[in-house]
Nanobody
Framework: QVQLVESGGGLVQPGGSLRLSCAAS????????MGWYRQAPGKQRDLVAT???????NYADSVKGRFTISRDSAKNTVDLQMNSLKPEDTAVYYC???????????WGQGTQVTVSS
């Protein structure tokens, strides 16, 4: 079992910045993808950004140029730097780690991000 713990959510004004962090208790395969997803009230959970164990990143169009995902494989952590935040970024943000070869995906408990004046 892999546990993921997120931190860094909160309330921020439009145009502001937040940094989310996620720590995994262990990594059970060196080939993996860590990422961030978000879910707004009444909507489905959507991809925000992912980063592979090889460092390849992928972003939702809505956050390109504003958000940056990074990871520290030695510490089993993944961060999401969010700049120029907009009210539509308001959601619960979930950290995930996917082990494709093992067909396993783990999720964190989620952290609330609210962008409002």
């Amino acid at each position: 079992q892999v546990q993921l713990v997120e931190s860094g959510g909160g309330l921020v004004q439009p145009g502001g910045s937040l940094r989310l962090s996620c720590a995994a208790s262990k990594i059970i395969s060196s080939v993996n993808t860590m990422g961030w997803y978000r879910q707004a009230p009444g909507k489905q959970r959507d991809l925000v950004a992912t980063i592979t164990s090889g460092g390849v990143t992928n972003y939702a169009d809505s956050v390109k140029g504003r958000f940056t995902i990074s990871r520290d494989s030695a510490k089993n952590t993944v961060d999401l730097q969010m700049n120029s935040l907009k009210p539509e970024d308001t959601a619960v943000y979930y950290c995930s780690v996917n082990f494709l070869s093992l067909r396993l995906t783990y999720w964190g408990q989620g952290t609330q991000v609210t962008v409002s004046s």
